[in-house]
Nanobody, 118 residues
Framework: QVRLVESGGGLVQAGGSRRVSCTAR????????VAWYRQGPGKQRELVAR???????TYADSVKDRFIISIGDDKDSVTLQMNNLKPEDTAVYYC????????????WGQGTQVTVSS
């Protein structure tokens, strides 16, 4: 299975911005459906954003108009730009490769912790 590595998390104040990134050896992200998920304290993992091979994007209602998923220029990474962060965005953020039907194809990495202080 594909192994993904997330990075870029940290502590940020409410209203601030943070960008997290994901890489995976041997994967050309622009050829795949790629998604960011998050798992907040005491919550289930949820889908945050998804990008299709053609570049089409979808977002959870809770992050729409604040988060942007994109493929890096090198095609070897996928980023999630998070703006106007809220304390409820505090979570461990994960990326993964999906099938066209939305099935997770890769192994879950360790994720990257984003903590938003009020």
């Amino acid at each position: 299975q594909v192994r993904l590595v997330e990075s870029g998390g940290g502590l940020v104040q409410a209203g601030g911005s943070r960008r997290v990134s994901c890489t995976a050896r041997g994967i050309i992200f622009s050829h795949n459906f790629v998604a960011w998920y998050r798992q907040g304290p005491g919550k289930q993992r949820e889908l945050v954003a998804r990008i299709a091979p053609g570049g089409g994007t979808t977002y959870a209602d809770s992050v729409k108009d604040r988060f942007i998923i994109s493929i890096g220029d090198d095609k070897d990474s996928v980023t999630l730009q998070m703006n106007n962060l809220k304390p409820e965005d505090t979570a461990v953020y994960y990326c993964n490769i999906l099938s066209r039907q939305g099935l997770v194809l890769g192994s879950w990495g360790q994720g990257t912790q984003v903590t938003v202080s009020s």
